[in-house]
């Protein structure tokens, strides 16, 4: 019970300055879940989440150079990405959030930001279109952040074996490349918490260091 | 162990590799740039366009104001005269929000909302949650990890 909070007279209003003190409020924490258009990210942030995913729109700036357009010019484009995004109460001092993106661009300048104080990320991947999930694998690579290869096991169907999708993905021996079931929640779980782990390693080796 | 050439494109026995680790030409299976059309245009009529709300700003959100960011009303702001998307803005925030659900519940803009509430912060009407350090310490991942484990 919080007998110092004031009633909430803001539901539904824009009264400001009546006094009262506002909520502490709680540190955000947040994982990234990445992948190809339909390899299930939004059904891993919403089986985990415990609200249904929300959506937001942002911009994405990318460049194609080079090996996609051999010979053109710098080309850059703007595009408006759906972002879906779940959040999961740990306690009351501590959420986390989960956030779906898409990953088919490149050069997404727009990770920058969402990136910028994550504990880690799960790539998801489709066997059947492994190279959706490139883009993504390059970036958080180069980007320093802790991540984990999860492969969706749509129907208990995988056309590769986890050998040789990291064959194909070819990312360091420590990245863990695992499989998981993007509809239950015991397994997306599961594969966070190697997320969650591959974040202590590196928290811990920045401390000692 | 002996693995087909990856850059058959007639044989693709095995997964395709990335890009970089491809000789020749990007054959097989490798990073093409999607759709390089006309990007989606909005629809919805009634709704202004992102510019008009923000003033004509397209760029300098607060770097401070993540998506995850926690914003609150700051309860002792001077009332004053505000648009009717940032009285919305201020009307969800009596619990702490993110900067992405205030998003998603007002069906803003991610920048356009991130422009909104570092004016509304700026005009005193809001708290913006900073966090001190930016990179999560191990003592907050060990307790997102326990707070994982408890969940069935």
């Known amino acids: 019970m919080d007998f110092e909070q004031s009633p909430d007279h803001y539901v539904g209003t824009a009264r400001v300055g009546s006094g009262g003190k506002p909520k502490k409020a709680p540190v955000p924490v947040k994982i990234i879940v990445a992948g190809g258009f339909g390899v299930g990210k939004t059904t891993t942030v919403g089986a985990i989440s415990e609200i249904s995913p929300l959506t937001t729109e942002a911009e994405m700036t990318s460049e194609s150079v080079g090996i996609d357009n051999p010979g053109q010019a710098t080309m850059k484009t703007t595009t408006t990405i759906a972002m879906d995004f779940g959040v999961l109460t740990i306690d009351q001092t501590l959420k986390l959030y989960i956030f779906g993106t898409p990953g088919q661009s490149r050069f997404a300048f727009m990770w920058d930001d969402l990136i910028k104080g994550a504990l880690g990320a799960l790539v998801v991947v489709d066997t059947a279109r492994i190279d959706d999930c490139y883009p993504a694998v390059d970036y958080f690579e180069r980007a320093g952040l802790p991540f984990v290869v999860g492969v969706n096991t749509f129907n208990g169907q995988m056309n590769y074996n986890l050998e040789e999708v990291r064959w194909a993905l070819a990312v360091r021996d420590d990245v863990p490349v695992l499989s998981f079931d993007a509809r239950f929640r015991a397994s997306v779980r599961d594969a966070l918490l190697v997320v969650l782990d591959q974040a202590l390693d590196k928290a811990i080796r920045a401390r000692s260091t | ?152």
């Open chain 2, 1 to 152: 162990m002996t693995y087909p050439d990856a850059d058959d494109p007639a044989h693709p026995a095995r997964p395709s590799v990335r890009p970089f680790l491809q000789s020749g030409l990007p054959s097989a299976g490798g990073y093409r740039p999607t759709s390089l059309g006309e990007p989606p245009v909005d629809e919805s009529a009634t709704t202004l366009r992102p510019f008009v709300i923000t003033s004509g700003r397209t760029d300098g959100a607060d770097p401070d104001i993540g998506m995850e960011t926690q914003v609150t009303v700051n309860h002792a702001a001077v009332p004053m005269r505000l648009s009717p998307e940032m009285r919305a803005i201020v009307a969800l925030c009596g619990e702490p929000l993110s900067v992405a659900e205030i998003s998603a519940r007002l069906r803003l803009h991610l920048g356009v909302t991130r422009i909104l509430v570092g004016d509304l912060r700026a005009a005193g009407q809001l708290d913006v949650h900073v966090l001190d350090n930016e990179t999560p310490d191990p003592e907050t991942i060990m307790r997102v990890i326990r707070g994982l484990r408890a969940i069935t």
